[in-house]
């Protein structure tokens, strides 16, 4: 397989991975003003004015939201590994590295949608119901943007298998 091809694939899905991790691990999900001041929350933590703690009642649909972001990010590593394993070694036996790859985006895509839906749809009334007024915020948008970019790493390798196989 061409080199070239390999590299765009190792960078979306480097790019992708690393968006996904920045949401997994911040607590910027949903913020809102109170009027005992400033709170803003994540998967694992919440935050009223600066005093974060971790979130003691856990619903199924967190615990739901929890597992796909994890497995995604399991998935999304494992796709980094084969293409990075790729540049070292592009056949393991008789397969092409970039299948495993392509199939590990897909599914790292997958999780990731399954958990943004899911909390999109589970924290949608809360941000605008709640005592103050709130929004989504910025590791709401990182997980939403790893979802189509893993996909499009998905394409673009298996354009990339499929260049080595001819």
Known sequence: MMVSLRIPCTALA???????LAA???????VRTTLLG?????????CLNSVCEQISSVS????????????GAIMGSLSCFTLFASF???QLSFMSLTL???LSSYGAG???LIAMAVYTREFAAAVNVTEGQGTFSWSFGLGW????????TGVVTLAAHRSSQN
Request: net charge positive.
């Open 14 to 20: 480097l790019l992708s991975l690393l968006l996904l």
């Open 24 to 30: 997994l691990g911040t607590d910027h999900w949903r």
């Open 38 to 46: 400033s709170c803003h929350e994540g998967l694992w933590k919440s």
């Open 60 to 71: 199924v649909s967190l615990k739901v939201i929890r597992a796909f972001i994890l497995l």
């Open 88 to 90: 070292l070694r592009p």
């Open 100 to 102: 495993p790859s392509f």
């Open 110 to 112: 997958l999780c990731a």
């Open 145 to 152: 943007a790893s979802f189509p970019l893993f996909l499009i």
